[in-house]
């Protein structure tokens, strides 16, 4: 929740020369919904996406402050990101409706990021793998193969958002590898193997590179470090 429109425009105006020349990754910047025009209108013509940060699992209905997969497309929206920690944590989000969100992103044509991880709590007691396969297994659900290939995955270990704290290169990529097992469950080898799972955790200039040198792991899904131009363009271009 930073940012207003025009603090948006000014941030594009920053962001994007210093990324003019990258082609190696795909970028995408997910503003809050009031900045999505702005972000859609500044970044024209560049290699950047933009994404929402949530959205319901209707089509449209009586879900006052919601926002529809529609409306994202018609914005100019491509990516999405669903059951981000601090949705889960602060709002009510559960296994379930990520599962219902993914469905109907899918349906829609947006890529999907969807994010799992576990809590200070879960990581000291030995329940990573557990929370990881639950939270797996419930937002897979009853989706096939054929319909998943936009999908993404972030994995967040929530004890690592905000704090300063990163998972190590080496812990973050056995979560991964579960993951992928995961999916190789749900969605069949193919998939899996070419699936993305991006890392989120304090990811910020200084440990990009040895995060992303783990052959697990496909990218990065940047918080606080994204709202500075130059730090967000070092992690990219890192």
């Given at each position: ?33 009031v900045c999505v025009p702005a972000a859609v209108d500044t970044a024209k013509g ?193």
């Amino acid at each position: 929740m930073y940012k207003t429109p025009d603090q948006t425009r000014d941030f594009f105006r920053d962001f994007l020369p210093l990324i003019s020349d990258h082609t190696r990754d795909e970028i995408a910047v997910c503003p809050p919904f009031v900045c999505v025009p702005a972000a859609v209108d500044t970044a024209k013509g560049s290699n950047i996406a933009i994404g929402g940060q949530n959205l319901h699992w209707e089509k449209e209905g009586a879900y006052t402050g919601e926002i529809s997969a529609g409306m994202l497309l018609a914005t100019g929206c491509t990516h999405v990101i669903i059951g981000h920690s601090e949705r889960r944590q602060y709002f009510g989000e559960t296994d379930d409706t990520v599962n219902l969100k993914l469905k109907i992103a899918l349906e829609a044509g947006l890529t999907p990021i969807v994010c799992v991880g576990e809590v200070l709590e879960e990581r000291e007691a030995g329940l990573t793998e557990d929370v990881l396969r639950r939270q797996c297994l419930r937002a897979f659900h009853a989706i096939s193969g054929r319909k998943a290939g936009k999908l993404v995955v972030a994995y967040e270990p929530v004890w690592a958002i905000g704090t300063g704290k990163t998972a190590t290169p080496q812990l973050a990529a056995e979560a991964h590898v579960l993951i992928r097992g995961e999916a190789a469950k749900a969605f069949g080898d193919k998939l899996a193997d070419s699936l993305r799972i991006l890392y989120g955790g304090s990811v910020k200039p200084e440990n990009a590179k040895a995060l992303m040198s783990e052959e697990e792991i496909d990218g990065a899904l940047v918080g606080g470090a994204s709202l500075n131009a130059s730090s967000f363009a070092s992690i990219v271009n890192y």
